[in-house]
């Protein structure tokens, strides 16, 4: 069996914008910052459109990537979707898509479609 081991490398918290944020992901967030849910969005957020809420970009990754440790600095409370990363459910979807997301991850640079495609995901653990 197969196991992901996330490299660390930053690359699925870099870019133009990040995920969007659920209201409760912003109140886990700004309670674990100690933060009031106001502050929070004023300070790390910003409003896309009229429903989008994501957090902001600084130096081209998610204001919560640090660089220099390599790590998220809120990995206890994360957005799923930054959870669920690299096997959302497109990486399942067909061989295209496996390899579009391979070419951005390390930690699947040993996985072929068909390790995907023969296991399910634990997502707690990431094997497969």
């Known amino acids: 069996m197969k196991e992901f081991h996330c490299k ?5 918290c870099k870019g133009n914008s990040t995920v969007g944020l659920s209201e409760e992901e912003i109140q886990r967030i700004a309670d ?3 933060l009031s849910k106001e502050e929070f969005l004023r300070e790390y957020t910003l409003r896309k459109g009229t429903n989008r809420v994501e957090m902001k ?3 081209g ?7 220099k440790r ?4 809120i990995h206890p409370v994360k957005p799923e979707k930054c959870k669920e990363w690299p096997f959302t459910p497109a ?5 295209e898509n496996f390899l579009i997301i391979k070419s951005s991850c390390l930690g699947l640079k040993e996985f072929t ?3 995907i495609t023969n296991f399910k995901v634990d997502k707690n653990q ?3």
């Open 91 to 95: 990486i399942f979807q067909d061989e």
């Open 8 to 12: 660390r490398c930053g690359f699925c």
């Open 57 to 59: 970009i600084k130096d």
């Open 126 to 128: 990431k094997k497969l």
């Open 70 to 73: 390599k790590r998220c600095k």
């Open 61 to 67: 990754y998610c204001i919560f990537y640090d660089k």
């Open 113 to 115: 479609f068909e390790d």
């Open 32 to 34: 674990f910052l100690s």
